[in-house]
Structure formats: structure tokens, C-alpha cells
């Protein structure tokens, strides 16, 4: 690593961490309903939006109401994005001339947007009009991500309320989610970005002659726009199939720095906002930390997989598949966040990760996307992380054990272990099909433990609805495309349904007060202990798999073998 | 109950009989009460029809032999675990039952006595009971006065007194009646009653699993289906990788290994010793003769926030005693010291008793008899509010010497046309501030002085609140005294709050208030008036010598009648939640270094070439012999690691009062970094011992 990449690398997290409380806070005023800055800027939207649908935005409702709402609304999402993509050759902005979509990549790719995934089995300017990639797959970047922001938002709500039942209302926090953090912030980015070179245009491909004489077709697009939400609602989605390795994606170094960082800004800024609003700034810094050691861990035995010598190329940069634009250490930053992250957008190809780079990327999606997360979504799968580990620690201080004051029993254990329980069921079942069925088999491209990494990674990136493959498996096919759409779907509702009965059992509790009996969540022995948990309950269940995959192809490229 | 007399852990009987019920649990309608287990006895139970199977065919594994050995061997001491729990407190209670099963009731049929057995007693029937007599079942004197023999039940030989009516009318079954004769009317329907509850609460088979055990076997429940999937999509893995490496298929991934991995990663510790954990919890109460009428009510008492203690008994000792004697001007002490002492010496309250030893003691004023002196005993009545003595004098005239509180001596003197001096309100007030009893003395018309009767706080007390305070639970004093008085003992005992004056309406609604802030209360009580707060309180215990209301409306009952039990109480529930905590850490540690035992060793040849050794074998970190030893290793670890925990599974964890960091710090230490630790070092061992 060269002086400016530490420079950089550092540059990057101290703004993350500066930005957290920034963001953090206006988040929760937007979503306490107090007055911060963009009211009397998009304030009448609101206002016109909710008159417009006759919705009482202070109406509160209880989980069960609230998952309804929120489930229907996906449900017509889902629904919507399938039958446009059917039937894009006979809608406008198609000036490709692009073929109606088959019905299994649709299914695939309308659960993708709607879970937040963002998982790619097309390229997107052979296969999706301008039409599809905006009223569909746009409009599902934002909501998706306004989705899990609700879904958070339930869930403080239910652990900071007291003998209460009300939830608040899914139709407010999704509006306020994409009003007043989703719209301004993507609107901001995309002009930025557009001074960048990211190409925001309906005009027809272009067909230029290269220097060699021959005949290139460039595409183009409305690209920015949908780039500055794909980062920012932790989406991925590529315009592009080269995702942000391609330069009307990520033109500049500058550009690439401010993609990585709009990744991390609002999951990180959500911890703030967690902590503000159930009372005690300290328990949001907590679990930024948590989060924080576990993406620095990452990043750090990544570049010492990338960096380190190997038996095969000695200390050459492994560059190959990586973006030569902006070399190993943004190749690799990227793909540790956007895997911490559930991005899953890419500057390089995981594929041609070093095989520990691959591991840590595979471990972040399989720990259930919780370091930082999605939007949303990250935090609250780390607070069933939280009760697990509140529950079995919290006993060694000789009480029931309580989390913010509300105690955690049967009922919240039950929910949290099916949550943590969905997605690896995803993981293990599928992978061990597609492992050992010709029609999973047929889709690698690459032998040995490497082409197993790659089945284990699609279904880890379904799963943890990130979206980024390993690319060298042509995911295209029914198979792949009917069980990682089912992987989605349990992914994400999987964890979204307990999370909701979570909070609708917590609201209704009442508060211990705090005392020196109280188990502390706030201090650097819950951080250690948080940890613990995760790596061993979240990770152990995937160390023979890992062992099969990643961990044997680095000792056999160590012994001079490569796949 | 005596059981404090055979509580030893290895008591031969005890250790006898829980090895034969342990083969008895092998039931599956038992064992399906605990996941965990259950899925290990589904385990030894295909291990062994595999075993025989090769047999069958001629090809004996004795490597699956001695897997299903140990995998048998971990069902039967989680069994154990709980037979040995159980024992603990069962014998006992079984012949106490026994006793009382046999036991003939004389049941009142109008006025008629019919024999019954008691077996066949019901709720709201009347028994005569009198000298020899069992008591046939729980239930309350309705009628006359007994002295009875609890030391069945409370292990206490002195006998007590029972009677109608006042706080003192419950009686237990299987306690015996030594003199007289009373009336009992049943309160208690058969299968119900204070024994037949307590005994419910110690047998592994009938005991209603706690809240929390539920929440915590949900969890067990719940990794274990984790690890089931893990282990269950491992053929898959393995199927996939060994083409990728162009072998057959291994040798080293059979049923049985699979079925070994599985039982290793199963939190098998915890859940094997779960119910061992509540019994003995329990049991650890009883051996306090405390007992609890549900599980539910020991884990309540760990989450106990707020108690409210009696001054009385709890926090002072019961009496107060004449600390000084403080006469007004024109008198002497002397004076004072033997008129006080003449008003008390028919008083056989303790503070009319250290009254007369403390005019002796200062004054030498020896005691005398009431009747030698002429004089008549007025004893205390609610009414006048005084006591003291009416001296026959010389002249023919009556001398009235009373004591008593402030305001009823002031009625006294100014009835007899007597001057209330002011400087007595002073002193009054004064020793009031101090916490002390003022009672004041006068004779006839004429003030002499007052007598400082003092409270006792009890030694160590305050110690103890503050290591409760320090455990965040807030201790809140309740006295009938004066805010004054009340004020001053809270500041020597070292109290946290108290309430003055406070009637049983008063300590109900202080409850309510505490409990709709969010705290869990716990109380001790015994009268029928503090049913209501009992009933009320998270954690309500009622004194034995109590009323049958109070006893139904607590969910405990102390049998010393010891009001201090409460702060005992509070520390049992917290031990076994830790104990809990404790062994569910150790077990989830534990798997870190079994996938390191068995993971290299089902994988060793992968990729591995011509040698047959692939680059999988660095993760046998412990270098442990061969694939083979390194599984039963740790099966065996598995197994015998239940065992070792027997002992502290029924002790609890080492229980101290500190702050909820500081007991969190020391137990992760221990369990959490020894779960990691510990496996790896053992699994060499046997795995040394083995090969060896």
C-alpha cells in the first residue's frame, strides 16, 4: 500500500464517523416528526401526498397493521415491476429496441429491487428499456430502501415505547423516508455525480470507431440518477452490467470516493438516529462501534489477502478483474463495504478476489448483513443480534435479561431465532442443492473450491439481500433464478416479520428503570461480548462450509495450486 | 424438613438411586421434554442400529461402537444431572407424603366424627385434631388453642403455638398437634397442597418449566436446528468437493460422524443441565426453608428491584430497649429511674422489662412485687395508651404513676389538674429526631421525666444494604413509627427511603407506585392485612406463623418466619438465573474448538493428492492423532463434560453481591473465555489418552 492509499483509507472513516451524527440527527427529526430543515422545502409534498391518498399521518397503528400495509405495498411493487418488464418491447423508452424479458429473470429481478437486493442475473443495457430501469427499477431502489428505514423505525418505536400498542404509521415513515433522506440526498449526489462524467441521458446508444478501426457500441442512459440511489439506499444495482466498474458509472477516483462513502452514510447515520430516539446517544455509538471494529477486521486481513505475498505471483498486484483505474486498495475498500453493507454494487469483479478477500466478503454477507447493513435493515438485524446476546449474557448478571429496560422473553428469543434462523436456512439448504444438482452445476464457470465459493456466494448475497456475485456463475438460468428469488424474498421478510413481532411485543412492556443491577449494552464489554456473538453464533455455522471454499483454495494457493 | 442434614453431593443413597433413575428417563415421553437431549437419543439410537447393522454384515466399526457408547453415555448423564438434582429434595418430601397419605382424619360431620383417610379430605371440611394427632392436611384453626410440632416442616423442635382467629390460625399438613385440642377447617384441596406443591417443584417430570427456562430452551432449540442444518447440508459440501478433488467418497464421513459433529455442536452442556439447574435452585430455597409456591416465583426474585422491609424484626430487633432516663427540673434521675421502674414491673413487654433492668443497672433500684407494695398493675390499652400502677398510700390516698407516649401523659397531668412542663416537648421531639421511643413518666399531677427507650438496628445490616444497593435493588424501610423516628433509624441502618406511620393500605399503594415505574417489588408480611400488598408485590413472601390469607397471597412462605429471608430470597433467584447464564455461555464456546477437532479430520483428504494428506489438516490445531481419535475426542469431552458440571450445576455459581458489571466481567472470565478455552485442552488430553 502506497501513502495515499492510507491516507485515503483513513480519510474515508474519519468523514463516515463525522457524517454519522450529522446525518443521524436530522434522520430523527424527520422521523420523530419535529422541524428540520427540509420541511419548508418539500414540506407541501407531504402535505399534498397525504391529501392526494387521504392518509392521517398521525394515525398510529400496531405491528400487526402496520406489517399489513407494508406487505401489500410490496406486494403491488413486486407486482408491477413483473408485468412491465413482460411486456417492455410494446412500452416507451425502449429506443434499444430491447426483447420483452423472460418470466423467470423477471420473477428474479422484480424480487431483487423490491427486496433491496439488487441482485443482477441480466445485464442491464441488453436486456431492461429505459422505461423498466426507471418506473420500475428506480422507483423500487427508493422504496425498498424507505422500507427498511419503516421497518427500523417500528422497531424503535417498540423498544423505547411503554405500555403502549402504537407503531406509528408505515405510510408516513415510508413517505418521510424517501421525502425527506432518500429524494434529497440522491438529488444531490446525482448532480455531483453527474459533474463527474456519470452519463444522465434518454438518447440512443451510440456506435463509434475505435482506434483499431473497429465498430463499438457505447450505451447510455439515464445512469445518475439511478446510481446515486443504488449507493445511497444501499441498492447496487448497476445501471450498467459492469456495475460501478464502468466509467459512465464511476468516472473519476473522486466519484469512486464518494460511491463507497454514500454505501456507509445512512446505515451508519441510522445508529445515531437508533440511539437518539430510545434516549441514550451512547447505545447508538455502541453498536456504530460493534459495527466498526467488525468492517476494519475486514478490510484488514482483505488487503493482507491482496497484499501479501503468495506463492504463485510472489508480490505481484493482483490485478486482474480488479478496476486498474483505482488499483487494489479502492478495489478492495469497495468490496468490503459493499458486502458489509448489503450494496452490493462492485468496482471490481469478487470473483478475482484473493480467496481471504472472497472469504471476508462471503463471512459480511453471511453474518446476515449486519455490519453497517442495509438501509435500514442493517440495524435491525443487529438488534436480534442484540437480544441473542443480551439474552444469553444478560443472565450471567442474575436477572431476567432486559434490553433498554424491557425485558427479552420466550417470545422475543422465538422471533429472533427464526430471523437469525431464515437466511442461513437459505444459505445451507440451497447451496448443498445447487452444489450437488446438474442444473446448479451447469451455471460455473470455474473448478474446485473456487466454483464452490461461487455457488456459496450467490446464496449468501440472496440471502443477506446484497445483490453482488461472484461473477463467474451464470445465475441466468431457471434454477438460479427461482431459488435466489425465493432466497430473496426469505432473506428479506424473513427477517422483517420477526423483527415486526419483536416490536410489537416490546411496545407493550414497560421500562425497568436503569440501576447498577442493570446488564450495561453501552460499554466496551457489551462491544466485546456483541462480537463474540455474532462471530460465533452468526459465523460458526458457516465454518465447514467456508472450509470447503474460500479457507482451502488460499492453503492450496499457497501450495502453488489456482482455480 | 431437615433436608439440611443430607445435602451432600455425593451422598451414596442419593448418588444409587439417581443412577437407576437416569436409565428410567430414558423414556422418550421424558425425554422429548428436553430438545437438546432428545436429539442426541435420536442420535445414539441410529448409531446403534448402525453399529448392529454391520455387524449383521460382518464388518463390526468399533469406532461407531464406542461413538454410540458416548453418545449413549451423554443422554444418561443429562438424566443423571437431573435424577441427582431431584433426589436432593424428593426423599424428603416423598415421606412426608407418605406419612400424611396414611394419616386417618377425624372429619366433623355436624356434630358427629366420622374417621376418614386424609387422602380423601376436601376443601371447606372440618377436622378435630387433638394431643398425638397428624394434622391431616393444610388448613386453618377455626376453633380453640394448640400447641403444634412443625420441626416436620420447618425442622424447628420447639413447638408453636396455633389458635383461632389473630395472625397465628394456619397449620400444615403433616405437622402434629402435642396438646389440646382445635378445630381445622381444610383450606387445601388434595394434590394441592403446601407439600404436594413443594414436592411438584423438585420433580424433574411434573415441574412447570419457568419463563425464563422456556425462553432459554427455545434458544437451545433454536441453535440446535442452526446446527442441524449445518451438519445435515455437510454430505452436499463434501459430495461437491470430493469430486472437485477427484476422490470417492470418504471414508471419514459417515452417519455416525455426522451424528457426532451434530451432538458436539448441539449446546448439549446447557441443555443437559438445565433442569438440573432449576431443581436445584429450587431446592437451594427449600434448604433456606423457604418455599415457593411456582418456579416462576424464584426467577421473579432475581429481578427484584425494590424491597420494602419491615423495620421491625428486618431491620431493628424486634424491641426497643430503655436506653437513659431524662427527668425534668426539680428531679433527680434516681427519682425518675424508680418511679419508671414501679410502672414497669408488671409490664412484661421486653421494653417494660429493659426498663426495670435499667433502673437496677444504674441506680441499683432493686425490683419488687406489685403485691407486697400495695399496688395494682394497669395494664396498656389501646384507649388510654398508658400503663403504669396505682400505689395505695399511706394517708389512704392512690398514688397514679403511668408512662406512655407524649400526648396521652399530657391528657394525663392536665386531667389532674397538673401543668404539662415545656421543656419535656423538647426532649420529646428531640429523642423522636434520634430515632429513639420517648415515653414520658408522670406521677398523679407532676411530670418527672422520660425514658429514652432506644431501637436496636441489627448488626451487619447496613453492610448488607449497601452490597443490595450496590446490586441495584433499592430497600425501602416500612414502620408504624412517627417520620421523625422513622427518618433517623432509615439514617442508621443505612436505608435507601422509608414510609412513616404506614398502614397495609399505604404499603399497597407504595407497590402499585413502584411497580407502574417500572419496578419489580418484593415484600414480606404475614398478617391478614398485608394480604392485599402480598398479593400485589412481584415477590411476595408470608411468614409461617402468618394467617392462611397472607399464605395464599403470597407467592412464597419463609417457614422461620424470619423477615430477613427476603434479601436471601433475592440472592438465590439472581445465582440461578446466573447458573443459567454461566453453563449457556460455557456450552456455545464450547463449539469453537469441537469444529477445530472435527472438521479437519473429516476434511483431512481433501485435495489432498497422493499422500492423502490435504491442506485442510492446519486446522487440527490441537494436532490430535487421527481423524478418528480427534471425533471420539470430542464426543467424549462432550459427555464427560456434563459430569463435571453436575457439581456446579446444583451449587450455582459462585454468587457475590456486586454490581451487575462486575458479576458480568467475572462470569464471562471464567465461562465465557474458559468455555474457549477449556475444550481445546481437554480434547488433547483424551485425545492423548487414546492414542495412547
Known amino acids: ?563 | 424438613m431437615n433436608i439440611k442434614s443430607n445435602t451432600g453431593l455425593f451422598n451414596k443413597k442419593i448418588l444409587f438411586q439417581a443412577s437407576r433413575a437416569s436409565f428410567a428417563k430414558l423414556h422418550p415421553a421424558l425425554l422429548v421434554k428436553n430438545p437438546v437431549i432428545f436429539i442426541v437419543a435420536i442420535g445414539s439410537v441410529l448409531t446403534t442400529v448402525i453399529v448392529f447393522a454391520g455387524i449383521f454384515q460382518g464388518n463390526f466399526s468399533s469406532f461407531n461402537f464406542q461413538i454410540a457408547i458416548w453418545l449413549w453415555f451423554t443422554v444418561l448423564f443429562a438424566n443423571f444431572s437431573e435424577a441427582i438434582a431431584e433426589g436432593r429434595g424428593k426423599a424428603q418430601a416423598e415421606s412426608l407424603r407418605k406419612n400424611r397419605t396414611q394419616t386417618k382424619a377425624r372429619r366433623m360431620a355436624g356434630a358427629l366424627e366420622v374417621s376418614v383417610l386424609a387422602t380423601d379430605l376436601k376443601k371447606g371440611d372440618i377436622v378435630v385434631c387433638e394431643t398425638g394427632d397428624v394434622i391431616p392436611s393444610d388448613g386453618e384453626v377455626v376453633e380453640g388453642i394448640a400447641s403444634v410440632d412443625e420441626s416436620a416442616i420447618t425442622g424447628e423442635s420447639a413447638p408453636v403455638i396455633r389458635e383461632s382467629g389473630g395472625d397465628r390460625s394456619a397449620v400444615t399438613g403433616g405437622t402434629m398437634v402435642i396438646s389440646d385440642r382445635i378445630l381445622i377447617r381444610i383450606t387445601a384441596d388434595q394434590g394441592n397442597t403446601f407439600i404436594d406443591r413443594m414436592i411438584a417443584l423438585v420433580e424433574g417430570a411434573r415441574r412447570q418449566k419457568t419463563p425464563n427456562e422456556i425462553a432459554l430452551s427455545i434458544l437451545l432449540s433454536g441453535l440446535s436446528i442452526i446446527f442441524l442444518l449445518a451438519v445435515a447440508t455437510l454430505p452436499a459440501f463434501f459430495g461437491y468437493s470430493l469430486a472437485a478433488s477427484g476422490l470417492p467418497a470418504s471414508q471419514n464421513l459417515t452417519i455416525p460422524v455426522l451424528i457426532a459433529l451434530l451432538v458436539c455442536l448441539i449446546p448439549t452442556t446447557i441443555g443437559g443441565l438445565l433442569s438440573a439447574i432449576g431443581i436445584s435452585g429450587m431446592d437451594r430455597l427449600i434448604q433456606r426453608n423457604v418455599i415457593a409456591t411456582s418456579g416462576r416465583a424464584i426467577e421473579a426474585a432475581g429481578d427484584v428491584d425494590v424491597l420494602l422491609l419491615d423495620k421491625t424484626g428486618t431491620i431493628t430487633l424486634g424491641n426497643r430497649m430503655a436506653n437513659d432516663f431524662i427527668p425534668v427540673e426539680g428531679v433527680t434521675a434516681e427519682e425518675l429511674a424508680d418511679a419508671a421502674q414501679l410502672s414497669s414491673l408488671s409490664d412484661e413487654t421486653p421494653e417494660g422489662r429493659s426498663i426495670v433492668i435499667l433502673a437496677k443497672e444504674k441506680f441499683n433500684i432493686r425490683g419488687r412485687e406489685v403485691h407486697q407494695i400495695n399496688a395494682t398493675f394497669i395494664p396498656f390499652t389501646a384507649q388510654s395508651r398508658m400503663s403504669g400502677v396505682d400505689l395505695k398510700a399511706g394517708d389512704g390516698g392512690v398514688h397514679k404513676i403511668r408512662k406512655g407516649s407524649s400526648e396521652a401523659i399530657r391528657t394525663f397531668v392536665q386531667n389532674n389538674n397538673g401543668f404539662y412542663p415545656h421543656d419535656i416537648q423538647t426532649v420529646v421531639s428531640d429523642l423522636a429526631r434520634q430515632g429513639a421511643t420517648p415515653l414520658v413518666v408522670a406521677e398523679d399531677s407532676r411530670v418527672l421525666g422520660v425514658i429514652h427507650l432506644k431501637d436496636i438496628v441489627k448488626g451487619g445490616i447496613k453492610q448488607r444494604f449497601s452490597e443490595l444497593r450496590q446490586m441495584g435493588i433499592k430497600t425501602v424501610m416500612i414502620t408504624g413509627d412517627n417520620a421523625l423516628t422513622a427518618a433517623a433509624i432509615a439514617a442508621e441502618a443505612g436505608v435507601d427511603d422509608f414510609m412513616a406511620e404506614a398502614t397495609p393500605e399505604d404499603k399497597l399503594r407504595r407497590i402499585r407506585e413502584e411497580q407502574a415505574k417500572g419496578h419489580l417489588v418484593g415484600m414480606i408480611g404475614d398478617g391478614t392485612n398485608d394480604a392485599p400488598a402480598l398479593a400485589q408485590a412481584d415477590i411476595g413472601i408470608a411468614m409461617n406463623t402468618g394467617t392462611q390469607a397472607a399464605r395464599e397471597a403470597g407467592n412464597m412462605v419463609d417457614l422461620d418466619s424470619n423477615p430477613t429471608k427476603l434479601i436471601e430470597v433475592v440472592e438465590v433467584g439472581k445465582q440461578l438465573l446466573m447458573t443459567r447464564g454461566a453453563l449457556t455461555t460455557f456450552s456455545i464456546a464450547n463449539d469453537v474448538a469441537k469444529y477445530f477437532a472435527i472438521i479437519p479430520a473429516i476434511a483431512i483428504s481433501l485435495y489432498g493428492g497422493k499422500n492423502g494428506v490435504g491442506p485442510l489438516s492446519v486446522l487440527n490445531v490441537m494436532n490430535l492423532g487421527s481423524p478418528q481419535s480427534a471425533i471420539l475426542s470430542a464426543v467424549i469431552f462432550n459427555a464427560i463434560i456434563i459430569v463435571l458440571l453436575i457439581p456446579l450445576a446444583l451449587k450455582g455459581v459462585r454468587y457475590r453481591p456486586v454490581s451487575a458489571n462486575a458479576a458480568l466481567t467475572r462470569n464471562l472470565l471464567i465461562f465465557g473465555l474458559g468455555g474457549l478455552v477449556a475444550p481445546f485442552i481437554g480434547i488433547k488430553i483424551i485425545d492423548l489418552i487414546i492414542n495412547m
Open chain 1, 1 to 563: 500500500m502506497t501513502t495515499l492509499d492510507v491516507i485515503q483509507v483513513v480519510l474515508f472513516f474519519v468523514l463516515l464517523i463525522a457524517l454519522t451524527p450529522v446525518l443521524g440527527k436530522y434522520m430523527s427529526k424527520v422521523f420523530t416528526g419535529e422541524k428540520h430543515v427540509m420541511l419548508p422545502v418539500a414540506g407541501w409534498l407531504e402535505r399534498l401526498a397525504y391529501r392526494f391518498s387521504g392518509i392521517d399521518p398521525e394515525e398510529g397503528t400496531n405491528w400487526k397493521t402496520y406489517t399489513f400495509s407494508l406487505l401489500v405495498f410490496n406486494l403491488a411493487g413486486f407486482i408491477f415491476v413483473f408485468l412491465i418488464q413482460l411486456v417492455q418491447a410494446h412500452l416507451p423508452l425502449n429506443p434499444a429496441h430491447l426483447a420483452n424479458v423472460s418470466w423467470d429473470s423477471a420473477f428474479n429481478t422484480s424480487v431483487s429491487f423490491m427486496t433491496n437486493t439488487n441482485w443482477q442475473g441480466y445485464a442491464g443495457e441488453t436486456t431492461l428499456s429505459y422505461f423498466v430501469q426507471m418506473m420500475g427499477l428506480t422507483v423500487q431502489n427508493f422504496v425498498s430502501a424507505a422500507t427498511g428505514i419503516a421497518v427500523l423505525m417500528a422497531l424503535i418505536r417498540g423498544i423505547a415505547g411503554r405500555n403502549a400498542q402504537n407503531l406509528g404509521n408505515f405510510r408516513t415513515d415510508l413517505t418521510r423516508a424517501t421525502l425527506y433522506v432518500l429524494l434529497p440526498l440522491s438529488i444531490l449526489f446525482a448532480i455531483i455525480l453527474t459533474g463527474q462524467g456519470v452519463v444522465q441521458n434518454f438518447k440512443h446508444y451510440e456506435t463509434v470507431q475505435t482506434l483499431q478501426g473497429a465498430k463499438q457500441v457505447i450505451p447510455m442512459g439515464p445512469a445518475a440518477s439511478q446510481i446515486a440511489i443504488k449507493q445511497l439506499g444501499t441498492n447496487g444495482g448497476g445501471f450498467f452490467n459492469a456495475n460501478s466498474a464502468h466509467p459512465f458509472e464511476n468516472p473519476t477516483p473522486f466519484s469512486n470516493f464518494l460511491e463507497m462513502l454514500a454505501i456507509l452514510l445512512i446505515p451508519a447515520g441510522l445508529t445515531y438516529t437508533y440511539g437518539k430516539m430510545v434516549g441514550s446517544t451512547r447505545q447508538g455509538w455502541t453498536i456504530f462501534t460493534v459495527m466498526l471494529i467488525l468492517l476494519l477486521a475486514g478490510l484488514g486481513i482483505s488487503l493482507y489477502g491482496e497484499y501479501a505475498s503468495n506463492a504463485v505471483y510472489g508480490h505481484l498486484a493482483l490485478l486482474e478483474g480488479k478496476e486498474t483505474r483505482f488499483g487494489i486498495t479502492n478495489s478492495v475498500l469497495w468490496s468490503t463495504i459493499t458486502t458489509a453493507a448489503s450494496n452490493g454494487s462492485v468496482n471490481a469483479m469478487h470473483d478475482s478476489l484473493t480467496p481471504l478477500t472472497g472469504m471476508i466478503a462471503m463471512i459480511n454477507l453471511m453474518l446476515g448483513e449486519i455490519i453497517f447493513g442495509g438501509v435500514g435493515a442493517g440495524l435491525y438485524g443487529m438488534v436480534i443480534f442484540i437480544i441473542l446476546t443480551v439474552f444469553i449474557a444478560g443472565l450471567m448478571v442474575g436477572r431476567t435479561p432486559e434490553y433498554l429496560g424491557k425485558k427479552i422473553e420466550a417470545f422475543e428469543v422465538q422471533m429472533a431465532i427464526i430471523a437469525v434462523l431464515a437466511p442461513n436456512f437459505i444459505i445451507l439448504v440451497f447451496t448443498a442443492w445447487a452444489s450437488v444438482s446438474p442444473a446448479g452445476l451447469q451455471g460455473l464457470n470455474n473448478a474446485g473450491p473456487h466454483g464452490f465459493s461461487e455457488i456459496l456466494y450467490a446464496y449468501s448475497s440472496a440471502a443477506g439481500n446484497n445483490g453482488s456475485a461472484f461473477a463467474g456463475l451464470n445465475a441466468n438460468t431457471v434454477f438460479y433464478n427461482l431459488t435466489l428469488g425465493l432466497g430473496m424474498l426469505v432473506g428479506r421478510f424473513g427477517i422483517i416479520l420477526p423483527v415486526m413481532a419483536i416490536a410489537g411485543s416490546m411496545v407493550k412492556k414497560k421500562i425497568t428503570p436503569l440501576s447498577s443491577g442493570t446488564f450495561r449494552t453501552d460499554n466496551g464489554l457489551f462491544i466485546g461480548l456483541l462480537i463474540a456473538v455474532i462471530l460465533i453464533v452468526g459465523g460458526l455455522t458457516h465454518f465447514p462450509a467456508l472450509s470447503l471454499g474460500p479457507v482451502v483454495e488460499h492453503l492450496l494457493m499457497n501450495h502453488g495450486i489456482t482455480f
